[in-house]
């Protein structure tokens, strides 16, 4: 005869007092998704080989019951569609077989019922250019090149003044491009500081 373990003293409190917590007292919106979850849980745990015999059994039990209670109270109905789940309005509502399940919407994390807001530039979890400020904005974020740099956010390159003639350098001084910036100097035979440059000396 097979031995009670303390695996089957646990499955056999659960199914006394967990499960009837769930269907008498628990909200009812929530309790399909939950029901769907331990029953999903309780099927996957029968394989478990650490369970022995006995405690396989009342798992089967537990199972029936939650298979029957979504069955009678959840199957068919789309409570994504009637608005009678529980998900974060910050998270999807997907329909399954028996009830349904949430997940948070991209730039929140949490298990669909509670989403937190995730700050990618914090978190360094953004994909914005090295060259580029990364902006929170949530759910969201923007990436803006930096000074000196140009493209969308994601992709900078340098911004050549020189070349491109948008410095703002004396007609009688040189440009040299020094990414992200650009330095003026006055040209020999001149003086100034590069952006002002007077006189030609000899």
């Known amino acids: ?26 909200n009812v919106k929530r309790n399909c998704r939950e029901a769907e979850r331990f029953y999903n849980q ?7 080989p650490q ?19 979504l069955d009678s109270r959840c199957a068919g109905q789309d409570q994504c569609s009637l608005g009678t789940h529980d998900c974060n309005p910050n998270a999807y509502c997907h329909k399954t077989h028996l009830a349904y399940n949430c997940e948070c919407k991209p730039g929140y994390d949490g298990d669909g019922v509670i989403c937190a807001t995730i700050d990618e530039c914090a978190t360094n979890t953004h994909n914005c250019h090295r060259d580029a400020i990364c ?4 759910p969201l974020f923007t990436c ?4 000196g740099y140009q493209g969308d956010g994601k992709n900078c390159t340098g911004i050549n003044e020189c070349s491109l003639n948008t410095h703002n350098c004396s007609k009688n001084a040189i440009c040299t491009d020094l990414t992200p910036y650009f330095t003026c100097h006055c040209k020999p035979g001149y003086r100034g500081n590069g952006f002002k440059c007077t006189g030609k000396y000899i």
């Open 135 to 138: 902006k929170d904005l949530t």
């Open 42 to 48: 309780t099927n996957k745990n029968i394989q478990d």
């Open 144 to 147: 803006t090149c930096k000074l």
């Open 51 to 69: 369970f022995d015999f006995i405690t396989k059994m009342l798992l089967r039990s537990i199972a029936q019951d939650y298979r029957q209670d």
């Open 1 to 26: 005869m097979a031995s009670v373990t303390k695996w089957s003293v646990a499955l056999l409190a659960l199914s006394f007092f967990d499960y009837p917590l769930l269907t008498v007292c628990g």
